[in-house]
């Protein structure tokens, strides 16, 4: 199984505890980005509508915190000539209304970008979006392992922001139109049977009935509202 193969696995885990994390105050000189993009959801019903509404009308993520996570889940989910990458699927505006949605998510992700930024800056002398791809993997390769057996409580504050992000990524992109399209999933889909294999019905010596093979596996009836006598019996 290859690697984008086993992250459509992933799916929202436990969210990380809120640890306390300092580091560098995160600067937003130089940014074009003034807010985290919006994101709509039609068919709601009118609560709903109002509560994303407000959610929407919040802001979160800064522009230096934007642009970290997108760079991030880019990454995480990186686009190649075969697939989309998170950011086709704004992943992170994903991120920022989740958090505004369940505000526990806010230390971790705020805090975790903290951490990003002081570890570049002490290894390599720039916040973690200023640093070379290659340096920001390396980064990441210290915290995007860790063991299964060790409960999430016991794991360093940055491995469990990684795992969070990790998540959020994947269920923002698989959940959109693109990462759907991707994996082909169709929805609810109308099938057609064809009644018991033949072989199945020899192995166990029945058959069946022809009248009701008519009645019930006939696809050409496929759209008649079977009917049934008082006694029960079957009609059409």
Same mark, same amino acid.
């Given at each position: 199984?290859?690697?984008?193969?086993?992250?459509?696995?992933?799916? +929202?885990?436990? %969210?990380?505890?809120?640890?306390?994390?300092?580091?560098?105050?995160?600067?937003?000189?130089?940014?074009?980005?003034?807010?985290?993009?919006?994101?709509?959801?039609?068919?709601? &019903?009118?609560?709903?509508?109002?509560?994303? $509404?407000?959610?929407?009308?919040?802001? /979160? +993520?800064?522009?230096?915190?934007?642009?970290?996570?997108?760079?991030?889940?880019?990454?995480?989910?990186?686009?190649?000539?075969?697939?989309?990458?998170?950011?086709?699927? =704004?992943?992170?505006?994903?991120?920022? /209304?989740?958090?505004? =949605?369940?505000?526990?998510?806010?230390? $971790?992700?705020?805090?975790?970008?903290?951490?990003?930024?002081?570890?570049?800056?002490?290894?390599?002398? @720039?916040?973690?979006?200023?640093?070379?791809?290659?340096?920001?993997?390396?980064?990441?390769?210290?915290?995007?392992?860790?063991?299964?057996? %060790?409960?999430?409580?016991?794991?360093? /504050?940055?491995?469990?922001?990684?795992?969070?992000?990790?998540?959020?990524?994947?269920?923002?992109?698989?959940?959109?139109?693109?990462?759907?399209?991707?994996?082909?999933?169709?929805?609810?889909?109308?099938? %057609?049977? =064809?009644?018991?294999?033949?072989?199945?019905?020899?192995?166990?010596?029945?058959?069946?009935?022809?009248?009701?093979?008519?009645?019930? &596996? =006939?696809?050409?009836?496929?759209?008649?509202? @079977?009917?049934?006598?008082?006694?029960?019996?079957?009609?059409?």
């Amino acid at each position: 199984m290859d690697r984008r193969k086993s992250l459509k696995s992933i799916v +929202l885990g436990s %969210v990380a505890g809120g640890l306390a994390i300092h580091g560098c105050k995160p600067a937003t000189e130089g940014t074009e980005l003034t807010e985290a993009p919006k994101i709509t959801y039609p068919g709601r &019903v009118p609560q709903e509508t109002e509560l994303i $509404d407000e959610l929407q009308d919040e802001q /979160f +993520l800064n522009p230096h915190e934007v642009e970290t996570l997108t760079i991030l889940c880019d990454l995480i989910l990186p686009p190649s000539e075969d697939y989309k990458g998170a950011s086709d699927a =704004d992943v992170v505006g994903f991120i920022e /209304f989740m958090s505004k =949605d369940e505000e526990t998510l806010q230390p $971790d992700i705020r805090g975790g970008i903290m951490w990003l930024d002081h570890k570049g800056n002490t290894e390599y002398g @720039a916040e973690f979006k200023k640093a070379t791809e290659e340096q920001q993997r390396a980064i990441l390769d210290e915290i995007a392992y860790y063991d299964p057996e %060790v409960p999430s409580n016991e794991r360093p /504050f940055e491995v469990n922001f990684f795992s969070l992000v990790r998540n959020l990524t994947m269920t923002g992109f698989y959940t959109s139109k693109i990462g759907i399209e991707e994996i082909g999933y169709k929805g609810n889909q109308p099938n %057609v049977w =064809d009644g018991v294999p033949d072989d199945v019905l020899e192995q166990h010596g029945v058959s069946y009935d022809e009248e009701w093979l008519a009645k019930c &596996v =006939d696809q050409s009836k496929r759209g008649i509202i @079977a009917e049934w006598d008082e006694d029960g019996n079957l009609l059409t």
